[in-house]
Each structure stands twice: as C-alpha cells, then as structure tokens.
C-alpha cells in the first residue's frame, strides 16, 4: 500500500517541487492552496497531482501518513485549519528543512552556505558528481541545466544542499533555526557571511556567530 502525504501550500516552487519528489519515491500526494495560478498549478496538473482550495480541514484525508507544511505563513499562521487538522491526526507534521533532512540528506552531506553563488556552486558540485556516477541526491534554489528538477532523492550517500541562514520557525514550540542546520553537513562550502536578513539578525555579530554555530558543528 503507498505511503500518502498531504502538502499545505503545494503551489509554492520548494512545495511542488517535494510534491514531484514524493510521487516520485512512490508517495501518493495531495495537496492545497489559495490564489492557484501557473506556471506551478500547470506543472502539477501535469503531474497528476490535484489542488484542493480553499484551504479546509477536510481536505486532509485521514489516512495519511504524512503532513508537510510549506511556507513560514502557514507554520504559525493559527487560524490555518488544515495545520490543525494535521496535528489532530497525530502523523508527523514537518516544515521544508525536515522533509529534507528525512528525504535528501545523506551521510555524505555536502551543504553550500553564504550571501553568494550557493545555486552556482551547488549546481557544479550535483553536476561534478554526476559525472562521477555517484548519483547524489541533492536541493538546489535555482534552475539547473540538463536536470529537469531542483530537488532529488536518490538511494545514494552522497547529497548536496544549498543551505539558506534564514530561519524557519518550528512546527512545535521549540526556538526557529536556520534551514542549515537540518541538513547534518559532512562537508561546508562557505562562500561569504556578510550581514543580511535583518529583521531575523539584529547585529552583524548575531548573523556571523550563526554561521561559526554551523561549522562547530
């Protein structure tokens, strides 16, 4: 029997594109949204996958296995009914940065982090590795040429993940942390630390000091 996961806020590009992925490892994937338009709901649709809008709490079957919530909105928005539905259910509930540490990272887990050339430097590294036949699986922000998806999972252990500093708040009460430190890096390329994302960093010590966090680790 397939495994079956419901994505609020499939529409978005990191959503359809775990929706592609789930299906992909042989998921049976539902999903809604609100303000549906193309270019995504026509690549959806041509993945068979149906929108549900607007958002409802049934629209969660109750026999799912899994829930993924995309979209920092969504996580704390507290009037979201399908949020509540999910945890009603009592399935794990999980934000963008856990479904890939649970579907993308491996043991081999080479992250990109920094103000510039993650996508660039992520792309070569997927590109390089590749041509090596290690077949990675791997989550890169940007539109890579002759590879059709940005997000893959494969039974390798080798991955590589563009990793964003911005933090994601949690699905549970703990503290927000940066998408990084999901992904359990082997190997860090750290292109730059200038500081950026202020109304997350208030000084420029708190946003280099978060990066020294993720290499001590």
Not at 184 to 193: C, M, R
């Amino acid at each position: 029997m397939k495994q079956k996961a419901h994505i609020i806020g499939i529409c978005g590009k990191a959503s359809s594109a775990i929706a592609t992925m789930l299906q992909q490892k042989g998921w049976e994937v539902t999903g809604s949204d609100q303000g549906v338009y193309p270019p995504v709901s026509d690549y959806l649709h041509d993945q068979g996958i149906d929108i549900l809008s607007p958002y409802k709490a049934n629209n969660v079957p109750k026999d799912i296995d899994m829930a993924v919530v995309a979209g920092n909105a969504l996580i704390i928005d507290p009037d979201n009914p399908e949020v509540a539905r999910a945890k009603e259910l009592n399935v794990p509930v999980l934000n963008y940065p856990q479904v890939l540490h649970k579907f993308v990272v491996k043991d081999n887990s080479i992250v990109l982090v920094g103000n510039y050339g993650k996508g660039t430097v992520s792309g070569a590294i997927v590109h390089v590795l590749k041509e090596l036949k290690l077949n990675p699986s791997y989550m890169v922000g940007g539109q890579m040429i002759d590879h059709d998806e940005s997000l893959a999972s494969t039974e390798s252990d080798w991955s590589v993940l563009e990793g964003d500093e911005y933090p994601v708040p949690p699905i549970d009460d703990s503290k927000p942390k940066s998408k990084f430190f999901f992904y359990d890096p082997k190997y860090v390329i750290l292109t730059s630390a200038e500081w950026d994302h202020y109304d997350k960093f208030e000084s420029e010590e708190a946003y280099v000091h978060n990066y020294i966090d993720l290499v001590q680790t």
